[in-house]
């Protein structure tokens, strides 16, 4: 039901207790090859709690592709859309972990090769599904064809709009939802303020505030609507957003109300940030249903499905 078209990459972390300055070497505290690129965590995080997804995207022809590949088998996503750009390196992003928080150069690789041209080769497959997630980490022309494909044939769009990019606002009114953060937000909606953003967009823009919570407006009277998050000791916020977003298009795959929904990708992200790395910290359904922070009137929804 979900497809997700995005980057697939290998995140390099470094764990430091001391930002070096320009110029300067410092010693670091750990380091981690682990698995990324926002498509394949929004993928993983919508997979392991129960959703049905299809990955499309594009690794390069070395060792990290191969690896990117056999990872997406394991969690059982359907990775055949996926093609191997030959001569190309797998994308990569190289992030430093400095008090729980992190900084991120992000490197395209493969991942320039989504193009729209890949995409028609794919629009079969695509179109198969309801829901189509998209982020920025694959060229412009390729999101703003995936927004006319899924408004022409009557599919759902979630964008993610990291990392931030100005998309034209014509494209911004096709999505049926937008989850920036605050940063984001002000590409989506230059010289707006949250309130006066999200009420240009009812019930779509969801403005996530990380330990505040997320923000939107409701469709009939545009009242500003709130959804707290859940008080965490994080350990690691890499992924974070990543997990809102696989979590809520699982959720709305299942026909829960947005505010619901909403507080179910806030219960996911809550427990990713408890452990390091992106795809690491997303829990399984099991996980989830086990926390504090599952509704226990949310499984009649999911019972259904």
């Known amino acids: 039901m979900i497809a997700v078209i995005g980057s697939l990459s ?13 110029g300067e070497t410092v010693t670091g505290r750990d380091f981690h090859t682990l698995f990324g690129g926002k498509g394949a965590n929004q993928a993983i995080a919508a997979a392991r709690l129960g959703g049905q997804v299809t990955m499309f995207g594009c690794v390069g022809d070395d060792v990290f592709g191969a690896e990117i590949l056999a990872n997406l088998k394991k969690e059982g996503i359907d990775s055949q859309a996926v093609e191997i750009i030959l001569n190309q390196s797998s994308g990569s992003a190289h992030i430093t972990v400095y008090q729980a928080d992190n900084a991120i150069i992000y490197i395209p690789g493969a991942n320039q090769e989504v193009t729209v041209a890949y995409l028609e080769r794919h629009q079969e497959a695509l179109l198969a599904e309801e829901f189509f997630v998209i982020q920025n980490e694959i060229p412009i022309e390729s999101i703003q064809y995936l927004i006319d494909l899924a408004q022409s044939h009557g599919k759902q769009v979630i964008y993610d709009p990291a990392p931030a990019i100005v998309l034209d606002e014509s494209y911004v009114e096709k999505c049926s939802y937008l989850t920036p953060n605050e940063f984001e937000l002000n590409n989506l909606c230059p010289n707006a303020s949250i309130e006066e953003a999200i009420q240009r967009y009812p019930e779509r823009l969801l403005v996530t505030l990380g330990k505040d919570g997320v923000t939107y407006a409701q469709q009939v009277d545009r009242a500003i609507q709130h959804v707290p998050a859940f008080s965490v000791q994080a350990v690691d916020t890499t992924g974070a957003g990543d997990t809102f ?7 709305l795959s299942q026909d829960l109300p947005l505010k619901e929904a909403v507080a179910f990708a806030n219960g996911a992200s809550a427990l990713s940030v408890q452990k390091l790395g992106a795809q690491t910290g997303m829990p399984t359904w099991e996980e989830l249903l086990a926390s504090e922070y599952f509704q226990e009137d949310w499984l009649t929804y999911f019972e259904k499905n």
């Open 10 to 22: 290998t995140d390099f972390v470094v764990e430091t207790d001391i930002l070096a300055d320009r």
């Open 245 to 251: 977003t696989g979590a809520f298009a699982y959720a």
